[in-house]
């Protein structure tokens, strides 16, 4: 397999430069607010996302961790993507983006729905990394769930 | 670099046993393959160790032509693998220079050696009767190190949780090494048990233990010694060590998994309760209660791991023929070759003691700021098999301040070829994350 699949220019420039990484605290003293801190425990990664609402959307979506470029460069993204979308068009992009993650390389990615997130595409097909990449989105669906927002229906990494 | 001639009437090198590493490659099926377009170049064997033929022969050799279940038939087939069972032990016993053959009770693993151990704990201080030496209660303390793997922390915060028993233990000096600083303070009349690792997995430390197995005599207390790492690779000798238990898994020295030993001194494994009760551990049942075979049946309840057994046998008659002097030579020397290797590697910072002394070969690092897991990855495109993570030792990658490290290990089959393949792929590794 090739490793430049797995490590895509997108992967490791999201890693080398993040988006919107560090926790912040809510803009809006009257919107709700949303953390969990998940970790794998086969390597010890760990991230912390935290999500402020209106209830409807999701005005900021801040994070902090530390892990491989995988773990992290999926959490940049994650980032990118659901930051200022509503909770249902957040659901179709996270349901997506795990659909994507569990396809072990079968699944063609919608880039219009998935944008750099197609980068993860390779990540699928290895399944000891699969893992990294959703170490993030995981977090953020405990996060949104506990700042009374679902987005996604259980799903087994 | 020079040479420093050892005088005469000395010890010289030459006079340490060696042997081929080519023919021993051979033995290997496994080695030939390829990962990834690239030959296999495995340096994961502190994970578990490849098997040669000679024990996957035995093994198929076993279900083909002696299948049976063992110290409970009279027809052939059950004496044979009954003999085959009880010889294995006989080997191993042996082979760690055990007083007898009964001081062998096989496992699973490590992890069940030592949590039968934290068990029989446990049930001894439930009981009034029970010999005291196992009896532990508030007050009392367990000891052992911050360079622990998992399965020699967890069973005794749990056995601390059930009894009331405080957890203590040793910490870790800055190059890796225990330290014993504080050993009087530490290991003291309160002291029941100290379970310590011999070699560490993570760190590649091998810890003298004269002083502290002195110190335990002295207030009276036990004495297990985590073997897993360092009875595949050095010569090992129960009396010699004057532990009272050493556990070590069979994977790891060239046998199947499924199969690990804890060797207890005779006389306390015949003071210590039963913990899996089963058939094959009793002397007669009773609807009202039931009475112990002697060890090391007591311990063994229910049908062993037959097969994984024999073959560990077979493993131990490899290990045996080559010589565990010879095999410990060549990985100091493969130590030596990849420390003096991974030091020309700009931004590389090696975890543990970073001369070959008082190490095995088991060599932790980190690159730079890239990620264990990255590394890991980047060397398994190339073929190169390393373990990353915190290799279930989490409190000594918090002592060093990461949350993971890249770990490298040899073993008989190791070459110098393959530690050379492991560096040009760091080089690699830090081309595409520079």
Redesign the interface.
């Known amino acids: ?3 430049d699949q ?2 895509q220019e997108i992967i ?1 420039d999201h890693y080398k430069h993040p988006h919107g990484r560090g926790l912040r605290d809510a803009t809006d003293p009257a919107g709700r607010v949303g953390e969990a801190h998940h970790v794998n425990p ?5 991230i912390t996302v935290r999500v402020a609402t209106d209830g409807k959307v999701f005005t900021d979506i801040s994070y902090d961790g ?5 773990s992290q460069a999926s959490a940049s993204v994650l980032h990118e993507l659901l930051r200022g979308r509503a909770a249902d068009d957040a659901a179709t992009v996270h349901e997506a983006f795990v659909e994507l993650m569990s396809g072990r390389g079968q699944v063609t990615p919608d880039e219009d729905v998935l944008g750099d997130g197609v980068a993860f595409a390779g990540v699928a097909r ?1 399944p000891a ?1 699969v893992k ?1 990449a959703l170490l993030s989105w995981m977090a953020f669906k405990d996060a949104a769930a506990r700042a009374g927002v679902g987005v996604s229906p259980e799903v087994k990494a | 670099m020079t040479s420093i001639a050892i005088p005469s009437g000395m010890p010289q090198y030459d006079d340490v046993p060696r042997f081929d590493v080519a023919r021993v490659r051979a033995d290997f099926p496994i080695l030939d393959r390829e990962v ?1 377009g690239h030959p296999l170049v495995y340096l994961d064997s502190a994970n578990t160790s490849h098997k040669p033929r000679q024990v996957l022969d035995v093994l198929a050799e076993h279900y083909a032509r002696h299948n049976a279940n063992v110290s409970r038939s009279v027809h052939t087939l059950g004496t044979e693998a009954t003999e085959a069972y009880e010889g294995a032990r006989a080997k191993i016993a042996a082979f760690i220079n055990a007083p007898s053959a009964d001081e062998v009770v096989f496992t699973k693993n490590s992890t069940e050696a030592i949590n039968l151990v934290a068990y029989a704990f446990s049930n001894a201080s439930l009981r009034a009767d029970a010999d005291p030496r196992f009896r532990i209660g508030p007050g009392d303390e367990i000891v052992i190190s911050e360079m622990e793997h998992h399965s020699n922390i967890v069973p005794w915060q749990l056995l601390a949780e059930r009894t009331g028993a405080t957890l203590r233990w040793f910490p870790v000096t800055d190059h890796g090494r225990l330290d014993e600083s504080g050993l009087d303070d530490l290991v003291t009349e309160r002291t029941k048990i100290v379970s310590l690792v011999h070699m560490s997995n993570i760190l590649g430390t091998v810890n003298a233990t004269a002083r502290i197995t002195k110190r335990v005599r002295e207030v009276g207390a036990l004495l297990l010694l985590d073997c897993s790492q360092s009875v595949p690779h050095l010569p090992m000798d129960v009396v010699d060590y004057d532990a009272d238990f050493i556990v070590f898994t069979g994977h790891k020295m060239c046998g199947p998994t499924g199969i690990g030993v804890l060797w207890g001194r005779g006389e306390l494994l015949a003071a210590m309760p039963p913990v899996f009760g089963g058939g094959s551990m009793i002397e007669t049942v009773t609807m009202a209660r039931s009475t112990f075979a002697a060890p090391p049946a007591r311990f063994e309840a229910g049908t062993p791991p037959i097969a994984e057994a024999i073959a560990l046998g077979a493993a131990v008659d490899y290990l045996t023929g080559i010589g565990m002097r010879a095999i410990q030579w060549h990985e100091k020397e493969l130590t030596a070759y990849a420390l003096d290797a991974l030091a020309t590697v700009p931004g590389l910072r090696v975890f543990g003691p970073n001369v070959p002394v008082g190490r095995g070969g088991t060599i932790s690092f980190a690159l730079g700021d890239v ?4 590394v890991g ?2 060397l398994d ?1 190339l073929g190169v098999q390393v373990r ?3 290799h279930c030792a ?1 409190p000594v ?1 918090t002592r060093f301040g990461v ?2 490290t890249t770990r490298a290990s040899f073993y008989l089959y190791t070459t110098t070829e393959e530690i050379d393949a492991l560096v040009a792929g760091l080089e690699q590794v830090r081309k ?2 520079d």
């Open positions: 397999m090739q490793l797995l490590y490791l086969t390597c010890g990664d760990e530390m892990g491989c470029s995988i290895y990394r990294c | 990834n990620h264990p897991h990255d990855q980047v495109s990353v993570g915190h989490k990658c949350p993971a595409v994350f």
